[in-house]
């Protein structure tokens, strides 16, 4: 098996197309100014309103955000509910909002660990927003990036692939954001510099960005800061950088 890869270059662009972000430092927040830990997410959600929006407005056309991942289980029983809660209220309030704002929502993760009244939600927005096309807004929500992987795989092997069929592309296709460009940028707010088992197939070359900015402070022009780092960078796929620059 060739290890050279058939991977197109995707190409340059001054904009992220896909901007995919960690919101961490909620509870911190919080805790900073002696209020329960709920408060920090819920300010959370305000602060992810102002970034859909200002994302929108620069032309980006595909935001993914980890909202709640599978390792967030293990979190006290009391904070996993009022997540749960606070979910299920924004899909309650926000939809429409995004509906009226061009915007496409989409969830990804296993969705068979929510209720039934979230899934029912789930399904609804999706259903509603579907022909939207100014911003495809994705939330990853008791999502993996090991469990993407191996439900992918799964797929493969019941679709009846023999082994010499599996490749890149083959496997690429069965993950969730299949349909996504990768993304360009990622942006994890709270002074962590980890990946947390996010979207660990699909950021094998995007341009990482870390803040200590907590979650509920990032706003509209910490989000430009991110972008103008990100226009700084140069992108070489493997390539040298005389290679790139006369391709440009
Ligand atoms: C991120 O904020 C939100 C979720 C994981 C749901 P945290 O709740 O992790 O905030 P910190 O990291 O404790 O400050
Ligand atoms: C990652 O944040 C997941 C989300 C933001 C939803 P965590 O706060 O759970 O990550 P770790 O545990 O510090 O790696
Ligand atoms: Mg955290």
Redesign the pocket.
Known sequence: MSTRTKQAIPAGTDVPRHIAI??????????RRLMP?VA??RK?VEALRGVIRACAERGVSHLTV????SE?WR?PQE?VTL?MELFMRALENEVARLHENGIRFRVIGDLTGFSERIQTLIRDAEALTRGNTRLTFTVAANYGGRWDIVQAMKKLMAAGLSPDEVDEAALAQKLSIADMPEPDLFIRT?G?QRISNFLLWQLAYTELYFTDA??PDFDPAALDEAIASYRTRERRFGRTSEQVRSAS
Do not use: Q, T, Y
């Open positions: 960690i919101m961490d430092g909620n509870g911190r927040w919080a805790k830990r920090g997410h959370g980890f909202a709640f991942s967030n979190r904070e997540l709270g962590e907590l979650w």
